[in-house]
Nanobody, 117 residues
Framework: QVQLVESGGGLVQPGGSLRLSCEAS????????MGWYRQAPGKQRELVAGIMRGGSTNYADSVKGRFTISRDNAKKTVYLQMNSLKPEDTAIYYC???????????WGQGTHITVSS
């Protein structure tokens, strides 16, 4: 059973920064694409950022220039560096790991981020 363990959430003031981490219990982490999603109260879950096996990335328009996704295959970990946080970034953030070739799709338990003064 694959497990994704997230860390790094919490309360931060507007304009502040946080870094989320997601460590996977996988033998061949490098074969998987990774992503961070978020779900705000009353809203649907949305993709925040994704990173492919080769390292290419994509971002939601609302976070471009503020958030950076990266991965460390040796540590089997994906990161989300979040800068210039805004109250509208408040949500539960979920880590996702997937592999199109096999249909595998795994989710972390979610970590809360609250941006408030």
């Amino acid at each position: 059973q694959v497990q994704l363990v997230e860390s790094g959430g919490g309360l931060v003031q507007p304009g502040g920064s946080l870094r989320l981490s997601c460590e996977a219990s996988l033998s061949i982490f490098s074969l998987y694409a990774m992503g961070w999603y978020r779900q705000a109260p009353g809203k649907q879950r949305e993709l925040v950022a994704g990173i492919m096996r080769g390292g290419s990335t994509n971002y939601a328009d609302s976070v471009k220039g503020r958030f950076t996704i990266s991965r460390d295959n040796a540590k089997k970990t994906v990161y989300l560096q979040m800068n210039s946080l805004k109250p509208e970034d408040t949500a539960i953030y979920y880590c996702n790991l997937n592999r199109a070739a096999t249909g595998e799709d795994y989710w972390g338990q979610g970590t809360h981020i609250t941006v408030s003064s």
